[in-house]
Structure formats: C-alpha cells, structure tokens
C-alpha cells in the first residue's frame, strides 16, 4: 500500500492509502486528525488518491467504512455488498478482519471505466 500523509507544521493533520490488486484497489487507513476536519485535508486526500488510482490503471475502487458512509458519495461511491467485491480485494487484511463485518462497502469505477459507464 502506499500513503498520502497531510502535515500541519510538524504535526500529521491527515493520512490515506492505497493498496492495489491488479486493476482494483483499497482505498484504506484514511483518517483526518479531530482538530483539522471541516478544514478540505479529507477532502485531498481522497481527491489525490483518486488521481493516484487513476494514473495507476486502477478500475474499480473500495473502501470500507464505520463511520463515514455519508461522506464517500460526494467523491462518487456508492453502496456495494462484500459479495460485489473481487476475492483479490476480499483477501486484503482489511476484509479479513482489520475493520468489523458490519463496515460499509463502498465502490466507484475509476479513469476510464468510469467514462465507459457514464
């Protein structure tokens, strides 16, 4: 996986990742620290990792989240079932434990399969 760090001074303000599987990807560990949300950190973060994934090829996209489910579909993601999600992906720490069963997943199509489908 590879990671986008946000620092405010010398402090980390925000991180997000990455992690590819062919032409799928995570987009996972995304946090934004109490005292910078509602300042746009999430927001490029999420808007780099896109352009990341993008330039990487990347289709399709997935995360899954506890607590932010509201926030995703301003980027484009909308809800999926585990069962939509390739078993590369579902064979990822994240979906084999790392978050709970009860995590919503999230896709959007990436680049050009996202034009295709538009």
Do not use: W
């Not at 990671?3 to 010398?10: H, L, N």
């Not at 032409?23 to 490029?44: F, N």
């Not at 069963?101 to 199509?109: E, I, L, N, P, Q």
């Amino acid at each position: 996986a590879s990671f986008i760090v946000a620092e405010d001074k010398d402090e980390i303000a925000g991180v997000a990742g990455l992690e590819k599987f062919g032409s799928a990807a995570l987009l996972r560990s995304a946090v934004v620290a109490p005292e910078h949300r509602g300042s746009g950190i999430g927001r490029q973060l999420v808007e780099q990792l896109l352009e990341r994934a993008e330039e990487a090829g990347i289709d399709e996209l997935y995360l899954l989240t506890t607590t932010a489910e509201n926030y995703f579909p301003r980027f484009g993601f909308t809800r999926t079932t585990r069962a939509a999600v390739p078993d590369v992906v579902k064979a990822s720490a994240e979906f084999r434990g790392a978050c709970p069963d009860t995590a919503v997943v999230m896709t959007r199509r990436v680049g050009s399969a996202a034009r295709i489908r538009a």
